[in-house]
């Protein structure tokens, strides 16, 4: 992989390694932990597939979840890279996020099914069979794309 591809994650030194020249963070592995904030101001981590491109971060997640509602309130997250536990990989990264519904930006979604292809066909299936499981409600169909601008 060539460090000038922008749309691959793992092509640059992780948040924290590079030099302070060296532009925005880019961040490579798996997984981001995402850090949003409680009214109270109590921060919860989350560990989210992610996709880097022209200096964003973009996520897809759903529409109803706890972290989109949390930064519908407080657009103010940081970020660190992390393992699939959320244990940090990383020192966490200051980062604004924004909400866009998925159908204004399928790039995302485009991004994401290239990138885990394999996951989504053997690790998705069987965490949405235990979300079901352990709290009782079906696959959320609705997602939104967040957009997350490092450094801001």
């Known amino acids: 992989m060539s460090a000038s591809s922008t749309s691959r994650r793992r092509t640059a030194e992780p948040a924290g390694h590079g030099h302070p020249s060296s532009g925005p963070p880019q961040f490579k592995g798996k997984y981001l932990s995402l850090t949003t904030f409680k009214r109270d101001g109590t921060g919860v981590a989350t560990p989210v597939w992610f996709v880097a491109e022209a200096g964003k971060i973009l996520v897809v997640t759903g529409a109803g979840s706890h972290k989109v509602r949390r930064i519908r309130h407080n657009p103010a997250v940081t970020v660190a890279e992390c393992t699939a536990s959320g244990r940090l990989r990383s020192s966490p990264v200051p980062a604004r996020a ?48 967040l957009i997350i601008t490092p450094g801001s």
């Open 98 to 145: 924004q909400i866009l519904p998925c159908h204004q930006a399928p790039r995302a979604r485009q991004l994401m099914a290239r990138e885990y292809w394999l996951d989504r066909i053997v690790i998705l299936p069987v965490y949405r069979a235990v979300q079901a499981i352990r709290h009782g409600r079906r696959h959320q169909t609705e997602s939104v794309v």
